[in-house]
């Protein structure tokens, strides 16, 4: 072999020398990569497994990531509820007496309180009964209607001839206590449960009158109260004195009653007493707008939670509209009551004597439930035909008439009188 043979086959196994260093460096690098790969993975494994963390099978697809962008995570984890309830069952003391019913009754409700809007409201099958009972206008009870005013309980209005009335309960008190329960505690809805009662018991308010420093403690006997809506008394031989304590199952009925009595006496003149009047189905105060109002006038605007609106006409029916008439309202007025006012006198023009009312300007919808409950949620807003927003503000006067204490006491009724001399000027051809 000579030189040049000898230096071709140097050079040969040098080139397949360095092909198999290259390629042998090919494979530490993989096997040291995958050996990464797998140590990283496995002690994450073991860290997940000594942290709690399931072995279960999540498919891709179907898993939720919750809290992965906590500002806007959109999310709600519904399983802390169950955690709670479970963790009352395993952990309470005295669990053997806790009530699955009630606990379901009181989230319900609590959900509802958080919206922060006492007029939505989850009545269970009792409570049901009871509103029905209100509305067809027998209850047992004081005989006085609750809200919620600078966020106290507030009586809107003593019912006429009630317990409540004939105890001293007035319009505007502010109630402390119920026996010896602090009002603040407590909702409309449980507050009102806690005052009804069996007929011929007691209950004790105490409660703060407008415009006086100290309390008062006030013991009511409940009794049957069983409320006719309408009301019609003759001043001065021609003018209808017509008194609404609230739009319930029979106000149309009765109304229409009312109004044929009125146009039959060939009445003059109409005072329609609104005060301490504190609602009621939306639908009634309809009714007795079409009777005092031209057909097609809007009795009200209803605005949705999506902001659309949408106005409220009258039905027909008009009997009362070429008479001549003054409303009278206070603090007690509220929601189905402004609404009538607000029509009357946005579409007549018609003067409003006493107080400004009380403010409630949303519109509730009853919806039944199973098991013979029911939920009542404020669906809308309402204003008046030409536009006004009324909640937490009230319906001003246009003329406004104080009614003293010294008035109440003393059977006076100074926002009547001025009502009636507002009324023979209107009259007077």
Same mark, same amino acid.
């Given at each position: 072999?000579?030189?040049?043979?000898?230096?071709?086959?140097?050079?040969?196994?040098?080139?397949?020398?360095?092909?198999?260093?290259?390629?042998?460096?090919?494979?530490?690098?993989? =096997?040291?990569?995958?050996?990464?790969?797998?140590?990283?993975? $496995?002690?994450?494994?073991?860290? #997940?497994?000594?942290?709690?963390?399931?072995?279960?099978?999540?498919?891709?697809?179907?898993?939720?990531?919750?809290?992965? %962008?906590?500002?806007?995570?959109?999310?709600?984890?519904?399983?802390?509820? $169950?955690?709670?309830?479970?963790?009352?069952?395993?952990?309470?003391?005295?669990?053997?007496?806790?009530?699955?019913?009630?606990?379901?009754?009181?989230?319900?409700?609590?959900?509802?309180?958080?919206?922060?809007?006492?007029?939505?409201?989850? =009545?269970?099958?009792?409570?049901?009964?009871?509103?029905?009972? !209100?509305?067809? +206008?027998?209850?047992?009870?004081? #005989?006085?209607?609750?809200?919620?005013?600078?966020?106290?309980?507030?009586?809107?209005?003593?019912?006429? !001839?009630?317990?409540?009335?004939?105890? +001293?309960?007035?319009?505007?008190?502010?109630?402390?206590?119920?026996?010896?329960?602090?009002?603040?505690?407590?909702?409309?809805?449980?507050?009102?449960?806690?005052?009804?009662?069996?007929?011929?018991?007691?209950?004790?308010? %105490?409660?703060?009158?407008?415009?006086?420093?100290?309390?008062?403690?006030?013991?009511?006997?409940?009794?049957?109260?069983?409320?006719?809506?309408?009301?019609?008394? $003759?001043?001065?031989?021609?003018?209808?004195?017509?008194?609404?304590?609230?739009?319930?199952? !029979?106000?149309?009925?009765?109304?229409?009653?009312?109004?044929?009595?009125?146009?039959?006496? #060939?009445?003059?003149?109409?005072?329609?007493?609104?005060?301490? @009047?504190?609602?009621?189905?939306?639908?009634?105060?309809?009714?007795?707008?079409?009777?005092?109002?031209?057909?097609?006038?809007?009795?009200?605007?209803?605005?949705?939670?999506?902001?659309?609106?949408?106005?409220?006409?009258?039905?027909?029916?008009?009997?009362?509209? +070429?008479?001549?008439?003054?409303?009278?309202?206070?603090?007690?007025?509220?929601?189905?009551?402004?609404?009538?006012?607000?029509?009357?006198?946005?579409?007549?023009?018609?003067?409003?004597?006493?107080?400004?009312?009380?403010?409630?300007?949303?519109?509730?919808?009853?919806?039944?439930?199973?098991?013979?409950?029911?939920?009542?949620?404020?669906?809308?807003?309402?204003?008046?035909?030409? #536009?006004?927003?009324?909640?937490?503000?009230?319906?001003?006067?246009?003329?406004?008439?104080?009614?003293?204490?010294?008035?109440? @006491?003393?059977?006076?009724?100074?926002?009547?009188?001025?009502?009636?001399?507002?009324?023979?000027?209107?009259?007077?051809?």
């Amino acid at each position: 072999m000579d030189e040049q043979q000898i230096k071709e086959q140097l050079n040969a196994e040098e080139n397949n020398y360095r092909q198999n260093r290259k390629l042998l460096n090919r494979y530490i690098i993989f =096997f040291l990569t995958l050996a990464v790969i797998i140590g990283s993975f $496995w002690l994450g494994y073991t860290r #997940g497994k000594r942290a709690g963390i399931s072995e279960q099978n999540f498919p891709l697809a179907q898993t939720l990531v919750l809290n992965k %962008t906590p500002a806007e995570n959109k999310t709600l984890d519904f399983s802390l509820f $169950w955690k709670v309830w479970d963790l009352l069952k395993e952990k309470y003391v005295d669990r053997q007496n806790l009530d699955a019913q009630k606990l379901l009754y009181g989230s319900i409700e609590g959900m509802l309180r958080a919206t922060g809007d006492p007029y939505s409201n989850f =009545f269970d099958p009792k409570e049901t009964k009871s509103f029905s009972q !209100d509305m067809e +206008g027998s209850f047992e009870g004081i #005989g006085a209607e609750l809200g919620v005013k600078d966020k106290l309980l507030t009586v809107i209005a003593p019912l006429d !001839d009630s317990p409540a009335k004939k105890a +001293g309960i007035r319009t505007g008190d502010k109630i402390i206590k119920i026996g010896d329960k602090v009002a603040a505690d407590l909702d409309v809805d449980s507050a009102v449960e806690m005052i009804r009662g069996k007929k011929g018991t007691e209950v004790k308010l %105490t409660v703060l009158h407008m415009g006086e420093q100290d309390t008062q403690e006030i013991t009511i006997i409940r009794d049957t109260i069983i409320v006719k809506s309408v009301k019609l008394e $003759w001043k001065e031989g021609e003018i209808a004195y017509v008194k609404i304590t609230k739009f319930g199952d !029979d106000t149309s009925k009765e109304f229409n009653s009312i109004v044929n009595q009125i146009v039959s006496r #060939g009445a003059k003149g109409i005072i329609l007493d609104l005060r301490n @009047n504190p609602g009621g189905y939306l639908d009634r105060s309809i009714d007795v707008a079409s009777r005092m109002l031209p057909k097609s006038k809007v009795v009200v605007i209803e605005e949705d939670n999506l902001g659309n609106k949408e106005k409220v006409y009258t039905t027909g029916g008009d009997k009362l509209s +070429g008479i001549p008439i003054v409303a009278l309202i206070n603090e007690g007025s509220a929601s189905a009551s402004e609404i009538l006012a607000g029509a009357l006198r946005d579409d007549r023009d018609i003067s409003l004597v006493g107080k400004k009312t009380f403010g409630k300007g949303s519109v509730q919808e009853l919806m039944s439930l199973p098991g013979n409950s029911s939920v009542k949620i404020s669906v809308a807003k309402w204003m008046t035909p030409n #536009g006004d927003y009324i909640m937490e503000k009230g319906i001003s006067p246009s003329i406004e008439v104080e009614l003293t204490i010294d008035d109440y @006491n003393n059977n006076r009724d100074p926002q009547l009188d001025k009502a009636l001399e507002v009324l023979k000027e209107k009259m007077t051809p």
